[in-house]
């Protein structure tokens, strides 16, 4: 069973992100969502907020499975038997910081591999920094995110303000 961790904050997580998950589900057998800790990026969302928010959008996907994570990656990964790391790509700024943290992860343990997927050209604008820009000033994003995650987004912000 060729089983990929598909790692990153998601805060939240978008229909870009979505579109590289159901693309994975295409190319592996089990797909993990690990969503990370990562206090140091100060999300917006807390890691349980994030983690609910992705096991909404995957419940859909019987192949995938959602979990939170707070360990080294390629520890991670070992934990859960898997030696490949997915990723997706927008722009040639994320080619760059993707292909050091592929590296590095590399250097950890030289059996990982990591590949790049490219989202459809529909999505390939949409990251969570672009949808906690928009809602920091009070704008729908409900065009930018699982219509479960949006409901998820909305009751949090109502509850915050």
């Given at each position: 069973m060729?089983?990929?961790i598909y790692?990153?904050?998601f805060?939240?997580?978008?229909?870009?992100h979505?579109?590289?998950?159901?693309?994975a589900?295409?190319?592996?057998?089990?797909?993990?969502?690990?969503?990370?800790?990562?206090?140091?990026?100060?999300?917006?969302f807390?890691h349980a907020q994030?983690?609910?928010?992705?096991?909404?959008?995957?419940a859909?996907l019987?192949?995938?499975r959602?979990?939170g994570?707070?360990?080294?990656?390629v520890?991670?990964?070992?934990?859960?038997?898997?030696?490949?790391?997915?990723?997706?790509?927008?722009?040639?700024?994320?080619?760059?910081?993707?292909?050091?943290?592929?590296?590095?992860?590399?250097s950890?343990?030289?059996?990982?591999?990591?590949?790049?997927?490219?989202?459809?050209l529909?999505?390939?604008?949409?990251?969570?920094?672009?949808v906690?820009?928009?809602?920091?000033?009070?704008a729908?994003?409900?065009?930018?995110l699982?219509p479960?995650?949006?409901?998820m987004?909305?009751?949090a912000?109502?509850?915050?303000?």
């Amino acid at each position: 069973m060729k089983r990929v961790i598909y790692p990153g904050t998601f805060d939240p997580i978008t229909n870009g992100h979505m579109d590289i998950i159901v693309r994975a589900t295409h190319l592996f057998d089990e797909v993990i969502v690990a969503v990370a800790q990562s206090n140091e990026k100060g999300p917006m969302f807390s890691h349980a907020q994030r983690i609910a928010m992705a096991e909404a959008a995957c419940a859909r996907l019987p192949q995938v499975r959602v979990e939170g994570f707070s360990s080294l990656l390629v520890d991670y990964c070992a934990q859960k038997g898997s030696k490949i790391i997915i990723r997706g790509l927008r722009a040639v700024s994320d080619f760059e910081y993707e292909l050091q943290m592929g590296y590095a992860n590399a250097s950890l343990d030289p059996e990982i591999e990591t590949v790049y997927l490219m989202p459809s050209l529909e999505n390939a604008f949409i990251s969570s920094s672009v949808v906690r820009s928009i809602l920091k000033h009070d704008a729908s994003c409900a065009h930018l995110l699982p219509p479960e995650v949006n409901a998820m987004v909305e009751s949090a912000i109502r509850c915050k303000g």
